[in-house]
């Protein structure tokens, strides 16, 4: 491998003349400003920097366009570059003073030079480049404005640029006249103090040109094969690239010119909403070519599983994407705690060959709206959760499996008022929050349009609004930590947010929504008591809104907002093949006592739902519908619902063992109209048949298979029937 040293200049003039490009296997750009302000601290200083690695070859490898304007290469020898890149890019903008492009989008990159800098070296502890939020410590604006002035490198900010002292990076760069940038700074002649010390350091600026990396030159008789796993190692050792990006690498160099397939694609998710990275995408692909999600094998994939994975995954994306938008509400990734629920969607999507019935897909409308709101895969050991999801979806287990995978994750799965104290709008909460206030019908309070992430035009687009302006609270002693409380936001039009600015509540309400004031507050949960609306109030306010909220988001989650049938709609049908009624599940009602006849009856009634169709079991109501309570069943078991539906699993799962517990019910307790509280068990249909042990009248037990006949749970009789049953039910099952 050979060694040489090379310039910042010289650097740069070969990615302008497009001598040095990128390989396929490199990521895109992502560096944001502050790293590339440090980066220009750093060569300032003339400190350390790293070095360049690059491979030398003639051989026709895929490339990809860098995130910097390039001419095109007239030599048939490249140097590809592999280790640099954001680097480089970033030293290219700012020396030619052009934009870098960004998922399609070209930024400029605008530094600022502070000619008063002292020679200390500071640390950049703030965001030069933000207006508000600073903290829950308030800096005033002569304590900011010092700090700023001790950096030497700031991003730019019109504020900043039109002080005397801060000079543009890249017109620095442009010129080698210093008398603009003197005249600027107010000096007026060489015998001003300031001309030698301005002077030196506009020539120390431009002397980035000249610092010098060591550039290593890997030889050309390495194949695209071997710089692939070197670029893997490289970058492994420094965790400088995340797996996605290594998993690119490897890919692209078994499937030349995939990046361009891939990239086709993220884009079509793009225009659709879903705007995600490409790493999720890859994921998914690994996802369908393995059946779990981790990069780690991705090196021992054939490029025949690569293109067969990535096209199951492509078909199964645009089905999550498809059912997210018109099932579920979900318009973009913007709503999405995690992208990794789109990977599930689309694998389950696939394991069941896109063909869903309605009770099915309303489970698993319910599933996502959970899953999203209690953030399944924002905590923890997020793939190790993904690739438990996936098995289970990969061993046949259904939407109900996925929902009560979420039970043992979080214990219960309505929302509590204590889940809403502290969360703001990054919370998972926040978004289903704008999710329920729309179905509710939440509008705008100057338009009356109804809230959506798609009006156009700045005056409707979505803006979260502080009912309790920011300013108004730090008036009161409030920080702004206080002022971002997920019960301080409402949703409305921007023009709307702009009308109100900073007055409060107390005056804004009555001027501007007079007496519609009540119904359109409503809407999103905000007290409309006007005594609240006053700082003074605002803890009060927070806790009567989380309480509302609460209540909000319970109602959108129960499973009659999931599109399933209310309970009371369950009560009064007659029972028919998917749906049975059991007044109790152990206490004989005629005999007064605890009958385990009634418990095996029950358990009849889980398999024949499993054996056909699915269904709904519902215990506590009687044949005729009356509903009769759990009550007798609680005391018959000392104790309450959660150990009533433990001894219920425990009868399935010694039965049929705990991953038929999990994956075939779903165990719920609405309370009817009258407010008495009921079991309802809700069955799917199975992957695998069910048989119970039954006793004849001489006692001799044997395995029997029930299924749904009418309003009846019946025995398939004969050894011949039940084969032909199974093989049809159940295909690919093991023969009878």
């Given at each position: 491998?050979?060694?040489?040293?090379?310039?910042?200049?010289?650097?740069?003039?070969?990615?302008?003349?497009?001598?040095?490009?990128?390989?396929?296997?490199?990521?895109?750009?992502?560096?944001?400003?502050?790293?590339?302000?440090?980066?220009?601290?750093?060569?300032?200083?003339?400190?350390?920097?790293?070095?360049?690695?690059?491979?030398?070859?003639?051989?026709?490898?895929?490339?990809?366009?860098?995130?910097?304007?390039?001419?095109?290469?007239?030599?048939?020898?490249?140097?590809?570059?592999?280790?640099?890149?954001?680097?480089?890019?970033?030293?290219?903008?700012?020396?030619?003073?052009?934009?870098?492009?960004?998922?399609?989008?070209?930024?400029?990159?605008?530094?600022?030079?502070?000619?008063?800098?002292?020679?200390?070296?500071?640390?950049?502890?703030?965001?030069?480049?933000?207006?508000?939020?600073?903290?829950?410590?308030?800096?005033?604006?002569?304590?900011?404005?010092?700090?700023?002035?001790?950096?030497?490198?700031?991003?730019?900010?019109?504020?900043?640029?039109?002080?005397?002292?801060?000079?543009?990076?890249?017109?620095?760069?442009?010129?080698?006249?210093?008398?603009?940038?003197?005249?600027?700074?107010?000096?007026?002649?060489?015998?001003?103090?300031?001309?030698?010390?301005?002077?030196?350091?506009?020539?120390?600026?431009?002397?980035?040109?000249?610092?010098?990396?060591?550039?290593?030159?890997?030889?050309?008789?390495?194949?695209?094969?071997?710089?692939?796993?070197?670029?893997?190692?490289?970058?492994?050792?420094?965790?400088?690239?995340?797996?996605?990006?290594?998993?690119?690498?490897?890919?692209?160099?078994?499937?030349?010119?995939?990046?361009?397939?891939?990239?086709?694609?993220?884009?079509?998710?793009?225009?659709?909403?879903?705007?995600?990275?490409?790493?999720?995408?890859?994921?998914?692909?690994?996802?369908?070519?393995?059946?779990?999600?981790?990069?780690?094998?991705?090196?021992?994939?054939?490029?025949?599983?690569?293109?067969?994975?990535?096209?199951?995954?492509?078909?199964?994306?645009?089905?999550?994407?498809?059912?997210?938008?018109?099932?579920?509400?979900?318009?973009?990734?913007?709503?999405?705690?995690?992208?990794?629920?789109?990977?599930?969607?689309?694998?389950?999507?696939?394991?069941?060959?896109?063909?869903?019935?309605?009770?099915?897909?309303?489970?698993?409308?319910?599933?996502?709206?959970?899953?999203?709101?209690?953030?399944?895969?924002?905590?923890?050991?997020?793939?190790?959760?993904?690739?438990?999801?996936?098995?289970a979806i990969g061993r046949g287990e259904g939407a109900g499996a996925l929902i009560e995978r979420l039970r043992l994750q979080f214990g219960r799965l309505d929302v509590t008022v204590a889940e809403l104290e502290g969360k703001d709008s990054r919370s998972s909460l926040f978004k289903t929050m704008f999710l329920a206030f729309r179905a509710g019908g939440a509008k705008d309070w100057t338009s009356n349009l109804a809230i959506s992430l798609t009006h156009a035009g700045s005056q409707h687009?979505?803006?979260?609004?502080?009912?309790?302006?920011?300013?108004?609270?730090?008036?009161?002693?409030?920080?702004?930590?206080?002022?971002?409380?997920?019960?301080?936001?409402?949703?409305?039009?921007?023009?709307?947010?702009?009308?109100?600015?900073?007055?409060?509540?107390?005056?804004?309400?009555?001027?501007?929504?007079?007496?519609?004031?009540?119904?359109?507050?409503?809407?999103?949960?905000?007290?409309?008591?006007?005594?609240?609306?006053?700082?003074?109030?605002?803890?009060?306010?927070?806790?009567?809104?989380?309480?509302?909220?609460?209540?909000?988001?319970?109602?959108?989650?129960?499973?009659?907002?999931?599109?399933?049938?209310?309970?009371?709609?369950?009560?009064?049908?007659?029972?028919?093949?998917?749906?049975?009624?059991?007044?109790?599940?152990?206490?004989?009602?005629?005999?007064?006592?605890?009958?385990?006849?009634?418990?095996?009856?029950?358990?009849?009634?889980?398999?024949?739902?499993?054996?056909?169709?699915?269904?709904?079991?519902?215990?506590?109501?009687?044949?005729?519908?009356?509903?009769?309570?759990?009550?007798?069943?609680?005391?018959?078991?000392?104790?309450?619902?959660?150990?009533?539906?433990?001894?219920?699993?425990?009868?399935?799962?010694?039965?049929?063992?705990?991953?038929?517990?999990?994956?075939?019910?779903?165990?719920?307790?609405?309370?009817?109209?009258?407010?008495?509280?009921?079991?309802?068990?809700?069955?799917?249909?199975?992957?695998?048949?069910?048989?119970?042990?039954?006793?004849?009248?001489?006692?001799?037990?044997?395995?029997?298979?029930?299924?749904?006949?009418?309003?009846?749970?019946?025995?398939?009789?004969?050894?011949?029937?039940?084969?032909?049953?199974?093989?049809?039910?159940?295909?690919?099952?093991?023969?009878?």
């Amino acid at each position: 491998m050979a060694k040489q040293d090379i310039s910042v200049e010289h650097l740069v003039g070969m990615i302008g003349r497009g001598e040095l490009r990128l390989p396929e296997m490199q990521r895109d750009y992502v560096w944001r400003g502050p790293r590339v302000r440090d980066l220009l601290d750093s060569l300032y200083r003339g400190y350390p920097s790293g070095a360049i690695l690059v491979w030398e070859t003639e051989e026709p490898v895929p490339l990809r366009d860098m995130a910097i304007g390039q001419a095109e290469n007239p030599y048939q020898k490249t140097l590809l570059l592999l280790d640099g890149q954001q680097r480089l890019t970033s030293l290219s903008a700012v020396l030619r003073g052009e934009p870098v492009t960004v998922a399609g989008r070209k930024l400029p990159i605008e530094l600022l030079f502070n000619l008063e800098h002292p020679e200390a070296v500071l640390a950049a502890d703030i965001d030069e480049g933000a207006d508000d939020d600073l903290g829950d410590e308030a800096i005033d604006a002569d304590e900011l404005t010092r700090r700023i002035n001790e950096l030497t490198f700031v991003i730019g900010t019109k504020k900043l640029a039109a002080m005397a002292q801060w000079v543009r990076v890249s017109e620095v760069f442009a010129s080698e006249d210093n008398g603009p940038f003197l005249q600027r700074a107010g000096l007026t002649g060489f015998d001003d103090p300031r001309y030698a010390r301005y002077s030196q350091r506009l020539a120390r600026l431009r002397g980035i040109r000249k610092y010098e990396y060591r550039m290593d030159v890997l030889e050309r008789s390495l194949t695209y094969e071997d710089v692939t796993d070197i670029f893997v190692r490289v970058n492994s050792l420094g965790a400088k690239l995340r797996s996605s990006d290594l998993a690119l690498a490897q890919i692209t160099a078994r499937w030349r010119h995939s990046l361009v397939v891939f990239q086709a694609f993220q884009t079509e998710c793009g225009r659709r909403g879903f705007d995600l990275d490409l790493g999720i995408h890859l994921k998914a692909m690994i996802a369908f070519a393995t059946g779990q999600s981790r990069f780690l094998t991705v090196g021992k994939l054939k490029l025949e599983e690569l293109q067969s994975g990535w096209a199951k995954a492509t078909e199964g994306m645009r089905f999550a994407i498809n059912f997210l938008k018109s099932n579920v509400g979900i318009d973009g990734d913007g709503l999405l705690s995690s992208p990794f629920l789109m990977i599930v969607l689309a694998f389950y999507g696939h394991a069941r060959g896109y063909a869903l019935g309605a009770a099915e897909a309303a489970q698993l409308r319910r599933w996502v709206l959970l899953a999203n709101t209690k953030g399944r895969f924002s905590r923890g050991s997020t793939e190790t959760i993904l690739d438990q999801d996936l098995a289970a979806i990969g061993r046949g287990e259904g939407a109900g499996a996925l929902i009560e995978r979420l039970r043992l994750q979080f214990g219960r799965l309505d929302v509590t008022v204590a889940e809403l104290e502290g969360k703001d709008s990054r919370s998972s909460l926040f978004k289903t929050m704008f999710l329920a206030f729309r179905a509710g019908g939440a509008k705008d309070w100057t338009s009356n349009l109804a809230i959506s992430l798609t009006h156009a035009g700045s005056q409707h687009r979505l803006e979260a609004h502080h009912f309790f302006p920011k300013a108004l609270l730090a008036k009161a002693g409030l920080s702004s930590r206080d002022a971002e409380d997920i019960a301080n936001l409402a949703f409305i039009g921007g023009k709307t947010n702009r009308r109100i600015s900073d007055k409060s509540p107390a005056e804004y309400v009555p001027e501007m929504l007079g007496e519609a004031a009540r119904p359109l507050l409503e809407q999103q949960a905000i007290p409309t008591d006007p005594q609240l609306w006053v700082p003074e109030r605002y803890r009060d306010f927070l806790r009567l809104r989380r309480e509302g909220i609460a209540r909000v988001l319970n109602t959108f989650l129960a499973e009659d907002a999931s599109g399933e049938r209310p309970i009371e709609a369950l009560i009064a049908e007659e029972e028919n093949e998917r749906l049975e009624f059991k007044g109790s599940l152990r206490w004989d009602l005629v005999e007064k006592r605890v009958n385990p006849v009634l418990e095996q009856v029950a358990v009849k009634s889980v398999a024949a739902l499993s054996n056909s169709a699915g269904g709904t079991l519902l215990i506590g109501v009687h044949d005729g519908g009356e509903v009769l309570g759990l009550e007798p069943d609680y005391v018959s078991l000392a104790g309450d619902r959660d150990v009533f539906e433990r001894h219920l699993r425990k009868l399935i799962q010694n039965r049929w063992g705990v991953a038929t517990g999990i994956g075939t019910v779903a165990v719920s307790f609405p309370v009817s109209q009258t407010g008495i509280e009921l079991c309802r068990v809700d069955v799917h249909a199975g992957s695998r048949p069910l048989f119970v042990e039954v006793a004849d009248k001489n006692g001799v037990k044997s395995e029997r298979l029930f299924v749904r006949s009418g309003n009846a749970s019946i025995p398939v009789e004969s050894a011949s029937q039940v084969a032909e049953y199974v093989n049809r039910r159940f295909p690919g099952y093991a023969k009878v």
